[in-house]
């Protein structure tokens, strides 16, 4: 391995500073699950790695604000999430979503940040994060700021985030009233990587459906929100006609692409399939309470 | 995998082939082509570096020309190692040529098998950067056919 710098800062302000706009190889590292794969893989050789391991612990913890929002630091462990109260009580999507993502090995020790900076389509957590309309704070040398999920990402392991910013936290809305529920297909063990992600968060207008957030993964080569088949949803009763239309609208506009896992047309079909099951699955859940 | 696309430059037709044909333009074309070195006039070797966001995929590949057709049809095959991934690269190439009155249409097919670590890793990353390498190609291209003169490989991949 090529010998590299690592720092570890004790704030995030200070690990900013130990970014670098310009120069690639300066990475930042927390649970290091992805990144140290990919120097293994020799596909990344780093001139720097800032480490978070030392950051203040007020990065590392869930709460509830006064808006009903979970707020969510972006060192906190995923198994944490996975644990925690407040997270199964506002948005039990994310719980039951952790119960496949990866191993409990990697989950004790991946964060937050991390899972949503790597940029991997394959992460099973951006495309529900982003149908519950979820936003992240972001540190970078000018001050902070905020963006929405759906924002950050740009494509295959690429975001919106400059080298020198970091993200500091996580923050999901108040869920009061939504059902919302995630799926993936696997093709090989139930915690693989998956094939397809499907996200699914909807509101409750009447007896009718008012805002429907569906989100894919995987099969594409970012998070990606299916705008035809959420207004075939919407004001609507979902029957089976409404949820085969809302299916079909979904292959329609999803742009699958192959690896390893499958074809795109073999991954269109699973969209159609994957996503009326996730709309199914979400109208089973019970409507969250906080 | 099977990448394909077209693309259309100016010039005739045969001019457009000599300059595809001839393996140091080619090599220009491709961005992160470097080191070609010419075994024989059908055999050819060069590293191939590709970037995306912070990773960097290197390969050292060889290239057989099986087939061609002045001033029609090009094909090739190209065997790839990568640097520092487990894994091979294996990939068959067929190029066309059209002629459209001081256009050319370029036609290409390659079908790419990855396997190792590099199937899981390096095959969606290939894909995603395959419309921004042909573009690139395509802009190289035009430069090469209105230049005078070609001018030194480049040594840098560009992302």
Known sequence: MTPFELVEPHS??????????????????????????????????????????????????????????????????????????????????????????????????????GHLAHADPHMDLPPLLIALGARVGIIGPSGERTAAVE?????????????????????????????????????????DWPALGVAVALNDEGPAIGKADIVISAATEKPTRLVDAERVLQGK???????????????????????VRGSAAYKRELVRVYVARAIRRAFEQGVARA | MKFDGEITVPGRREAVFDKVQDARTFAWCVDGVGDLTEVDGAHYTATLE???????????????????????????????TPIGVVGRLSATSTTTLEDLGGETRIRYAVEVALTGKLGSMGQPVL?????????????????????????????????
């Open chain 2, 127 to 159: 894909r995603s950067k395959a419309k921004d390498m042909e573009k690139s190609f395509a802009a190289n291209l035009r430069r090469v056919l209105t230049a005078p003169a070609i001018e030194a490989a480049p040594t840098e991949a560009t992302t």
């Open chain 1, 237 to 259: 009763r979902l029957d089976e006609a409404t949820l085969r239309r809302a299916a079909d609208a979904a292959a329609a506009e999803a742009v699958t692409v192959a690896d």
């Open chain 1, 151 to 191: 924002e950050l990402f740009a494509g295959y392991y690429e975001t919106s985030l400059a080298r020198d910013e970091l993200i500091s936290e996580l923050v999901v809305p108040s869920q009061k009233g939504r059902r919302a529920a995630y799926l993936k297909c696997t093709t090989r063990s139930a915690d």
């Open chain 1, 12 to 113: 995030l302000r200070e690990a900013v500073g130990a970014l670098s706009a310009d120069d690639p190889s300066v990475r930042v590292v927390a649970g290091g699950t992805a990144l140290m794969l990919m120097m293994k893989a020799g596909v990344f050789k780093p001139t720097r790695l800032v480490s978070l391991r030392a950051v203040e612990a007020k990065f590392r913890r869930i709460e509830i604000d006064s808006d009903g929002a979970l707020r969510i630091g972006a060192l906190t462990p995923l198994s944490m999430l996975e644990r925690s109260p407040e997270v199964k009580s506002h948005a039990p999507a994310v719980v039951h979503t952790l119960k496949t993502l990866s191993n409990v090995r990697v989950r004790n020790v991946a964060t937050v940040g």
């Open chain 2, 50 to 80: 590709t970037k995306i966001a912070y990773l960097r995929f290197r390969f050292k590949v060889a290239v057989e020309v099986l087939r061609v057709e002045r001033p029609n049809l090009i094909e090739a095959r190209i065997e790839g």
